[in-house]
């Protein structure tokens, strides 16, 4: 397999954003202060501190049994093992590359938040948040290059995600959405990946980019939360819907199912259907992986009754 990105290697993105320059160097916020800190001893090295032992997708299968949604659907259970294994593999591949890009998204905009945001302190928290991310990125793109063999491109979704939150002039909506929705649910997905994964550099991996994630997270909802407070009721609405709207369109996109069940000519509605009793023998997956960007939101005070509204009525928190 060609672990290429094709067929664009590269996007240009045009953004118009000011710089802002803060000539006010003293520290009021304890708490950032603390944050930055623990960033600053938080440092490892994805060459150095991960065991990069070999591990066979020809051999060994990338998660648990039990953790694959696909278990217990015919078409598969029907399929030899090392199909099985090598679809396993795609399946793993197509998560871990979602992953990747939306840590790339993570690196573009926190680097666009060094310039933009008025206050210093922030700007510092932000700085170490730019060499963060650039490690994840190191990681995962080196993880699916050399264990799985493939990077595939960014969903639609994703990719239509990454544009609108670097073409977003306001800080706080690129605040919003790289570090309360990208890496909410980020977050969500690695707490996932490190209970069932079993290649031992990503189990690894995992455990460093959890502390980063949770860091990040706090910084963006601390921040966030003194802002929003201030707000008039009509732009807290505002900033509320549009993270929802940004949420439903990605929460489309964490469905590779469809993509694999056409992949493999597979029924689609046989496939919705396994998936939907999947879901209802398993109510704490939507709920797990929806629920830390909810409570992120209820923390900066945007979980607004209309928003919790329509994350029940789709069922997302479980
Ligand atoms: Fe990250
Ligand atoms: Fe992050």
């Given at each position: 397999m060609n672990p290429t990105l094709q067929p664009d290697a590269a996007t240009s993105v045009a953004t118009a954003m000011l710089c802002t320059l803060s000539?006010?160097?003293?520290?009021?916020n304890t708490q950032l202060t603390r944050l930055h800190e623990l960033a600053k001893a938080g440092s490892w090295n994805a060459?150095?501190?991960?065991?990069w032992v070999a591990w066979s997708r020809h051999r060994e299968f990338?998660?648990?049994?039990?953790?694959?949604?696909?278990?217990?659907?015919g078409f598969y259970e029907a399929l030899p093992e090392d199909r099985q294994r090598e679809l396993s593999w795609w399946q793993h591949g197509l998560e871990i590359s979602e992953i990747l890009h939306g840590e790339q998204a993570a690196l573009q905009v926190s680097a666009q938040l060094v310039q933009l945001l008025p206050d210093m302190q922030a700007k510092f928290l932000c700085a170490v948040q730019v060499h963060d991310e650039a490690r994840h990125v190191e990681f995962f793109a080196r993880y699916l290059r050399d264990t799985v063999g493939v990077i595939h491109p960014p969903s639609d979704a994703m990719r239509e995600l990454i544009h609108r939150a670097l073409q977003e002039p306001a800080w706080e909506h690129k605040l919003l959405y790289c570090q309360v929705l990208i890496e909410s649910l980020a977050l969500a997905r690695l707490q996932e990946l490190r209970r069932h994964c079993r290649a031992p550099a990503l189990r690894h991996a995992v455990d460093y980019i959890l502390k980063d994630e949770a860091r990040h997270v706090h910084f963006g909802t601390e921040h966030l939360r003194r802002h929003i407070a201030r707000m008039d009721p009509h732009a807290r609405d505002n900033c509320s819907l549009r993270l929802l709207d940004a949420t439903l369109a990605l929460a489309g996109s964490l469905n590779i199912y469809t993509r694999i069940a056409t992949a493999q000519g597979w029924p689609l509605p046989a496939m919705r259907r396994h998936l939907r009793e999947y879901r209802l023998q398993h109510p704490d997956l939507n709920r797990n992986r929806f629920r830390q960007l909810a409570l992120n939101m209820q923390a900066v005070g945007l979980l607004t009754p209309a928003c919790k509204a329509q994350f029940d009525s789709l069922n997302l928190l479980g």
């Open positions: 000539w006010q160097y003293e520290h009021e060459s150095t501190d991960i065991p990338p998660c648990s049994r039990s953790s694959n949604p696909l278990c217990g659907f």
